[in-house]
């Protein structure tokens, strides 16, 4: 393929790239880089093997006819493309990574350097339980943590992220009532705040989901709750503090009705960050919750790592826990993976191969033993309070969507830019060419144009403060009528706009040779 032409269709307005100012669409030191696909030169290869020798055919009809279609390219041309790549992505060890929800904070070297430590790095999941026992011992010892922190009896920790956590609750919720045999209960009551992988994880499991209006406060309708309730209600999916960054005042309230009618209390604890060593949610009614060790207990994500959900149980939902779990006799740690388990379980199944996220258990752990009790409870009050700077320090230039301090994470909506032309989609792009990436758009959908702002206690005031004067720039801009200026951005990233539309609508997912330049 030709590179140079290539290069030139990208660079032609409207095809996102900087507009043909260099000879390569290079910008300084920020190279263009192309698919490997159009690197290719065939035959070239990064190692020198010797010619296989002869062997009869036993593939006869199953032999591949064409080419495997793999690019070719030497060592070098393969390593410069994906550190080209590599510096294309943003990432918490760049700057501020404000995604409201996401809790993207930093991820402490200390975590690293335990998690490569030889005999955790090396171990295997399928190696004799007896060679592995330090790493079920570290399993059981995150264990006996999450339930501290959160006052449950029992802990599920193979889920593999907060979703896969969601689909582990729900489904011990189902077991628990089929064991009731309540086979009628249906319906799962979910806040229109809610994170969309509530709703689904419910259909997905076999519920109907039936929404719950936020009342002005931006809180659920306690009395509007109160209506929805029945015997055909299987359970509430809460999110506490709420997808708005505002804890629910009434949650006491709403558990105890809740189970006088019957239904189980999942609550979403990917926010659990603003609660840790504050609040235990076992002592707030609740049954059953995941927690995004990616998130609260800082292992990388976002393209950092896999995530890892455990989740909390209540007594009433602990005996359906999915296998495996660890156990500790006389002969030291065993893991608990087949039938017949032990005394009252009735494990609903099996989530996930072997044990869980093995990595991120470690860095999970070395994140708590690191801070202490206090250290974790300083974590949730300085992520509030970091919140509640940067809401003070905007709510002249910006509007807030709902009154009052908030809890990890401040909701900002569009009224600000009434009448400016300007959209919040517009005014994030803008920020990308400040040098930040876009907090959270247009989620939670209780606002109209959303922006949530999750600054976490990772930042700095020094870092928040420059965030601060640029948020403050934009929206004095955009006040004063610079539509064009923001319909242009980003003018400084590697694309420019693209047809977002376009791009979900008709996604080219898949490189052929000659097509899609
Ligand atoms: C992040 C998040 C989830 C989903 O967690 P994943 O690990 O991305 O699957 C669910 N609910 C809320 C409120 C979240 O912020």
């Avoid at 064409?66 to 080209?84: A, C, F, K, N």
Wanted: charged share 20%; net charge negative; aromatic share 6%.
């Amino acid at each position: 393929m030709n590179h140079s032409s290539d290069l030139s269709a990208r660079a032609a307005p409207g095809a996102g790239a900087a507009g043909g100012e260099t000879v390569l669409g290079n910008r300084g030191l920020q190279l263009e880089e192309g698919l490997i696909f159009e690197q290719n030169s065939d035959g070239a290869t990064g190692v020198d093997l010797p010619a296989a020798p002869a062997a009869a055919d036993r593939l006869g009809s199953h032999r591949r006819q064409g080419r495997i279609g793999l690019p070719g390219l030497s060592e070098p041309e393969v390593v410069r493309h994906y550190t080209r790549l590599s510096q294309k992505n943003y990432a918490i060890d760049m700057g501020l990574y404000p995604l409201g929800s996401c809790t993207m904070k930093h991820n402490p070297r200390l975590n690293e350097a335990m998690v490569r430590l030889p005999g955790l790095a090396g171990a295997h999941p399928l190696q004799p339980v007896e060679t592995v026992q330090g790493a079920l011992a570290l399993i059981d010892e995150l264990a006996h943590w999450l339930k501290e922190l959160t006052g449950m009896p029992a802990v599920a920790m193979s889920p593999a992220a907060g979703a896969h956590g969601e689909l582990c609750g729900m489904m011990c919720i189902r077991a628990a009532l089929d064991a009731r045999g309540e086979t009628g209960r249906r319906r799962v009551l979910v806040p229109e705040s809610a994170h969309g992988t509530n709703p689904a994880t419910a259909a997905q499991c076999g519920f109907t989901v039936d929404t719950i209006p936020a009342n002005a406060q931006g809180r659920v309708d306690l009395a509007a709750f109160r209506a929805k309730l029945g015997d055909d209600v299987a359970a509430l999916m809460l999110t506490n503090p709420n997808t708005c960054g505002l804890f629910e005042p009434d949650i006491i309230a709403i558990a105890e009705d809740l189970h006088k009618a019957g239904g189980y209390f999942y609550c979403d604890g990917a926010n659990f960050n603003a609660l840790m060593g504050r609040v235990r949610p076992g002592d707030l009614g609740i049954d059953c919750m995941h927690i995004n060790l990616h998130k609260t207990f800082s292992t990388p994500h976002g393209g950092g790592g896999p995530g890892a959900g455990p989740v909390v149980l209540s007594q009433a939902l602990a005996a359906y826990a999915p296998r495996p779990w660890v156990v500790q006799g006389g002969d030291g740690y065993d893991l608990v993976e087949h039938e017949g388990g032990v005394g009252e379980a009735k494990p609903f199944g099996r989530l996930k191969g072997f044990h869980g996220q093995m990595g991120m258990f470690v860095r999970a752990l070395a994140y708590m033993l690191s801070h202490g009790k206090d250290g974790l409870r300083q974590v949730a009050e300085d992520a509030v309070l970091n919140a509640n700077y940067v809401l003070a320090s905007l709510e002249d230039v910006m509007t807030v969507s709902f009154d009052g301090p908030c809890m990890h994470e401040v909701l900002f909506d569009d009224r600000f830019l009434n009448g400016s032309g300007v959209t919040t989609l517009d005014f994030a792009k803008a920020m990308i060419d400040e040098g930040y990436h876009p907090m959270t758009m247009y989620f939670p959908l209780v606002v109209h144009g959303a922006m949530l702002v999750e600054p976490t206690e990772t930042e700095s005031k020094r870092g928040l403060d420059e965030f601060i004067s640029v948020m403050r720039h934009l929206a004095a801009r955009a006040k004063a009528g610079e539509a064009d200026f923001f319909a242009a951005a980003p003018r400084l990233t590697p694309r420019r706009r693209l047809d977002e539309t376009a791009a979900a609508r008709k996604p080219v997912l898949r490189w052929r040779e000659g097509v899609g330049d």
